[in-house]
């Protein structure tokens, strides 16, 4: 099993640009989650699917979208950058809530918003 | 007031030493706890889960005090390698669903 994979690993973006910021899992997990983490903040959560075809937000929803069409993948896209998403991304799943069972974490994608 | 709280050091302990930390919780309806580790530039990754009855595993400790809303993680006979920042996470239950949410972080660093 490769885990929790996303991708890419860097992205510089100008201010107003999109992108999709890949995550897939293939343990069959059903709880998907994005986390967002920045210096003296901890994790934020920003997005959260409990299966395919469910999201809902988290607590730093706003400027993002996310969508899960199938239970391997969940897209975050950033739909117009803006230097305060500069960040490390995270996407985490674990086999039901996420609340009392393992979450496993992907390596992270590092974004800069210039 | 933060819903999970962390001091967040650094802590500087000689190898060897016992190091613990501590970490706050605002929603007493909370049910489920976790101490993550997180090295450099990584991933966090599950270190323990946190029991009512407290539990151990290897070198380290974890434990709940449900009364005053902390959890609490000691290390003991600590080694260089235990050096990296401690994230602690606590299931919130708001409007009945259920999200872990984490701490900012102890940075722990251990010296030769």
């Known amino acids: 099993n490769a885990g929790v994979t996303q991708t890419p690993k860097f992205q510089v973006l100008k201010t107003g640009q999109s992108m999709t910021l890949q995550c897939a899992q293939d343990?069959?997990?059903?709880?998907m989650s994005w986390y967002r983490q920045d210096p003296g903040m901890g994790l934020r959560l920003i997005h959260y699917?409990?299966?395919?075809?469910?999201?809902d937000q988290g607590e730093v929803p706003n400027g993002y979208n996310v969508s899960r069409s199938t239970t391997e993948d969940f897209p975050l896209r950033l739909l117009s950058a803006a230097p305060s998403q500069t960040s490390v991304y995270f996407c985490?799943?674990?086999?039901?809530?996420?609340?009392?069972?393992?979450?496993?974490f992907g390596p992270g994608t590092r974004l800069t918003v210039l | 007031r933060k819903e999970v709280e962390q001091d967040p050091g650094p802590f500087n302990v000689p190898e060897g030493a016992t190091v613990a930390f501590n970490c706050t919780y605002s929603?007493?309806?909370?049910?489920?706890f976790f101490w993550y580790r997180q090295d450099c530039r990584k991933e966090p990754k599950l270190l323990m889960s946190v029991y009512s009855s407290g539990n151990e595993d290897g070198r380290f400790t974890a434990q709940l005090n449900r009364a005053s809303q902390y959890i609490s993680l000691l290390i003991r006979d600590s080694k260089l390698s235990d050096s990296a920042t401690y994230l602690c996470a606590v299931n919130m239950k708001n409007f009945g669903n259920e999200k872990l949410t984490f701490g900012t972080g102890t940075r722990l660093t251990i010296i030769p």
């Open positions: 985490a799943s674990s086999y039901t809530s996420g609340s009392t069972d393992t979450q496993y």
């Open positions: 343990m069959n997990h059903e709880y």
């Open positions: 929603n007493s309806a909370s049910q489920s």
């Open positions: 699917s409990v299966g395919a075809g469910i999201t």
